[in-house]
Structures are given as structure tokens and as C-alpha cells.
């Protein structure tokens, strides 16, 4: 019998590229057509909505819904426009993911009034208007992206103490106001 060994999945930081925005609109107005009134809200979140920021090449889009839960009000839509579904975390927020056929872009499906929805608007809002925030999570990135991982959520769990300090000093000056 083997030990199954897995092979390191690599981890690519590309430079800003000022054409993610307009990749972002494209999804969105592919996703606000199918859904119309169904998505409460659109945002492009994530390292490629932070200018000047190194990202791994793919748009984040947060799409808000009444329910995440509730696939059926939503999902066949999405589908429809070329996003497919990969992921379903009831345990996290009842986040859903879907990840674009065309395109490269992860659709993150939450509730009206979600917690983690405000704190990814916070943290990308934060990272555009911070340059000292905004290179310090770069430079945490392509650290850990150096590293061996097994899977692209490790890496991203590894960036988790360095999030939750930035969004600390966010929410304090938010709260300060």
C-alpha cells in the first residue's frame, strides 16, 4: 500500500490589472439580467477590487438574495448565464459559490443582511483608500503564496489572522466616526 501524496497546488499573485473592473461588470450585468429583482445586491469584492493590489486572476463577485438558501430562486438563473454551481456552506453565512464557465470569476451567494457581505465591502474599501493596509496584505500574500500548499482555501485560511487585524483597525476608525 502507497501514501497517497497530493501534489502542491501553486499559488499565482498577478499585478493589478485594470481591466478587472470592467471583467466584473460584464459578469455583473450578465447576473443582474438573469436575476433582475432577485439580487438585492452586486459588488465587486476581493483583491482585484483593490487597485494597485496583487490578486490571484479571478473577479469575486458577493451577490445578495433574500435567501441564500433557497437555491431554486436563483441558482437555475445564474446557471443559466454560465455560472456554475461548486459550493454550498450552510455552516458559513448559508454561503453559495459559483464559479463563471467563460470567465474567470467566483460568484459568493449571500442573505440580505449578511455579516460577512459588509465586512468583504468594509475590507475592500479599507484596502482601496490604506496604502500601508494594502501593502501589508500583499506582502502576507505573496509570502504564504511562496509556500507548498494543498488547496487554494489553505492558502486562504493562512491569510485569515492578517484579514482579521486589517479589518480590526477598519471596523475602530468605522466605529470612531
Known sequence: MHDQVSEPVPIILAAYDAQWPAVYRACATR???ALGTKAIRLEHVGSTAVPELAAKPVID???VVIDSADEPAYAPDLERVGFG???REPAWYEHRLFRGVD????VHVFSSGCEEFMRMLLLRDWLRTHEVERRLY???KR????RRWTSVDEYAKAKSRVVRSILARAQAAQNAV
Do not use: K, W, Y
Request: charged letters at 15%; zero cysteines; aromatic letters at 4%.
Open 31 to 33: 447576473i443582474a439580467g
Open 103 to 106: 470567465a474567470a470569476s467566483n
Open 61 to 63: 463577485i458577493a451577490l
Open 138 to 140: 500583499e506582502d502576507t
Open 143 to 146: 509570502e504564504l503564496a511562496g
Open 85 to 87: 454551481f461548486v459550493v
